[in-house]
């Protein structure tokens, strides 16, 4: 048995539905905003897409389950030493580009220092990389990927050059925009955020 993004992606739905459906349930005072909401779904997304690059798919065979790989053939998938071995170009933008939309993103979503977003984006890149070593112990990562500082590094510095970003777009909008009111609409939770009265500051 395998466990594919398409499977992810319905059960990460199932749980943003579950949310929708919540909210409605408990005071409007309480409950997050169509704006809001909207900025949770695009996050959820880039992590699917996410979890689609790094650690899907899973393999479940039963005639493995139990047995570990030695430390002999695991220790080559592990690599703690920065810059330990030479790494693609490609690669190495890749692993950047992968965090930025976390550093951008999440702002829109949670109120949060920008030292907070840089913090979360380095332990779910920590995350992953645990996961990946986990899934070659337990012969589940089909195919072995390697469990590497380097990643976490590079994830790291993207998720910096993100909430830059989002410091940089938002003083241009503030600029731009700063003497609107956006009261109503989709856009509001947006607006409120980037004009620095909103739910989420990651500059503070």
């Known amino acids: 048995m395998r466990?594919?993004?398409a499977g992810l992606a319905i059960v990460v739905l199932g749980a943003f539905v579950v949310l929708v459906v919540g909210q409605r349930?408990?005071?409007t005072h309480r409950a997050w905003s169509t704006g809001r909401l909207a900025a949770l779904a695009i996050l959820l997304v880039?992590?699917?897409g996410v979890a689609h690059y790094t650690l899907l798919p899973l393999r479940f065979d039963y005639a493995?389950?139990?047995r570990v790989a030695p430390w002999s053939v695991l220790r080559e998938y592990i690599n703690l030493a920065p810059?330990?071995?030479g790494m693609p170009r490609d690669q190495v933008l890749a692993n950047i580009v992968l965090?930025?939309?976390f550093g951008f993103g999440l702002p829109f979503v949670w109120r949060l220092p920008a030292i907070g977003v840089i913090a979360l984006g380095l332990l779910s890149s920590l995350a992953i990389e645990t996961l990946q070593l986990l899934g070659d112990v337990t012969g589940l990562s089909a195919p072995a990927r390697s469990a590497d500082i380097n990643d976490v590094i590079l994830?790291?510095?993207g998720v910096t050059l993100g909430v830059l970003g989002f410091v940089v777009f938002r003083a241009a909008y503030r600029a731009l925009f700063g003497g609107y009111v956006v009261k109503s609409g989709l856009w509001s939770h947006f607006h409120e955020t980037l004009v620095g009265s909103g739910p989420v500051d990651a500059t503070t």
Do not use: D, F, H
């Open 64 to 66: 493995i389950v139990g």
């Open 83 to 85: 810059g330990g071995y």
């Open 99 to 101: 965090g930025v939309p």
């Open 25 to 27: 349930s408990i005071g």
């Open 155 to 157: 994830n790291t510095l």
């Open 3 to 5: 466990v594919q993004t």
């Open 46 to 48: 880039y992590v699917v």
